[in-house]
């Protein structure tokens, strides 16, 4: 009923930018927190950042300042702005929103497709 759709990955050079968005369709009534997660070839699916709905925010720490998180309700949508890019950073990346369909029902987490980010030498 609820489905995310990321956007905005590919191929970068090591320094180099890329802004992934992910927008939430279907049936909406209100949106908690949004974030974005990770997983690179063996490893586990870990976290990016996440944004609360009244604005709160953290990073993991390989971020380093070099992502910036942020939101727009009106059309349902969170991107991540990646600045900086290294080698290290090649993972597909997964949107996550959890998402409230009524008034009467409670908050489910949605996950997007994963998008491939791969960040040359």
């Known amino acids: 009923q609820v489905q995310l759709v990321e956007s905005g990955g590919g191929l970068v050079q090591a320094g180099g930018s890329l802004r992934l968005s992910c927008a939430a369709s279907?049936?909406?009534?209100?949106?908690?927190?949004m974030g974005w997660y990770r997983q690179a070839p063996g490893k586990q699916r870990g976290l990016v950042a996440t944004?609360?709905?009244?604005?709160?925010?953290n990073y993991a720490d390989f971020v380093e300042g070099r992502f910036t998180i942020s939101r727009d309700n009106a059309k349902n949508t969170v991107y991540l702005q990646m600045n900086s890019l290294k080698p290290e950073d090649t993972a597909v990346y997964y949107c996550?929103?959890?998402?409230?369909?009524?008034?009467?029902?409670?908050?489910?987490?949605?996950w997007g497709q994963g998008i491939l980010v791969t960040v040359s030498s």
């Open positions: 996550n929103q959890e998402i409230r369909r009524g008034v009467i029902s409670g908050y489910f987490e949605v």
């Open positions: 279907g049936t909406i009534f209100h949106i908690n927190n």
């Open positions: 944004i609360t709905n009244d604005g709160r925010i």
